[in-house]
């Protein structure tokens, strides 16, 4: 029982280059998450999927989209990536029980 | 004001001290509250939570609600140098679904051998 799993755990991009981050979880929850922190900043909400086939915009949307693949997995994309966006990158995901259940996080650098 | 702001720290206690840290909230309907724990280059762990209830205590924790003065507490007792890491604490975001969180920006704790 893995929980929640993300792809890459690091990863380089040059400015403009585009990538996906993938996050795949087990516990059969309806709702996932993508988050991003930065130092001082805590973690904020880029975007989420209250259940299957639904994503909606978190706080900080801007520059990314995603895509709910199935229950299990939810997609994070860079299509065309700027510095700004150097930051480490969580998957989350929610059932009936309280609290969010995180993955171990993608630490993205944008040259 | 933001939704929920903590005290960034560092706050540093010496071994077997209790350690404090708080959490002040925005919303005064809010109707639960989460702390994690955060270790350096980990993600994110949730280690308690409660309701707008009452106060909960799992072994060396213990989190307690002040609802006029909105704010809640996490309490460790007899700190261990393993609790040195970063508190995030979270409410139920004011907007987008239920299960949405806001969290705080965490609170670095020290526990000093």
């Known amino acids: 029982n893995a929980g929640v799993t993300q792809t890459p755990k690091f990863q380089v991009l040059k400015t403009g280059q585009s990538m996906t981050l993938q996050c795949a979880q087990d516990?059969?929850?309806?709702?996932m998450y993508w988050y991003r922190q930065d130092p001082g900043m805590g973690l904020r909400l880029i975007y989420y999927?209250?259940?299957?086939?639904?994503?909606d915009k978190g706080e900080v949307p801007n520059g990314y989209n995603v895509s709910r693949l199935n229950k299990r997995e939810f997609s994070l994309r860079l299509e065309s990536a700027a510095p700004s966006q150097t930051s480490v990158y969580f998957c989350?995901?929610?059932?009936?029980?309280?609290?969010?259940?995180f993955g171990s996080g993608t630490q993205l650098s944008v040259l | 004001q933001k939704e929920v702001e903590q005290n960034s720290g560092p706050l540093s206690v010496p071994e077997g001290a209790i350690a404090s840290l708080n959490c002040t909230y925005s919303d005064r309907g809010s109707q639960s509250f989460f702390w994690y724990r955060q270790y350096s280059g980990k993600s994110p762990e949730l280690i308690m939570f409660i309701y707008s209830n009452g106060d909960k205590e799992d072994g060396r924790f213990t989190a307690q609600l002040n609802k006029a003065s909105q704010y809640v507490s996490l309490l460790i007792r007899d700190s261990q140098p393993s609790d040195s890491a970063t508190y995030l604490c979270?409410?139920?975001?004011?907007?987008?679904?239920?299960?949405?969180?806001?969290f705080g920006s965490g609170t670095q704790l020290t526990v000093l051998p």
């Open positions: 979270a409410v139920p975001a004011l907007s987008g679904s239920a299960r949405q969180l806001t």
């Open positions: 989350a995901s929610s059932d009936t029980n309280p609290g969010q259940f």
């Open positions: 999927s209250a259940s299957e086939g639904t994503t």
């Open positions: 516990m059969n929850h309806n709702s």
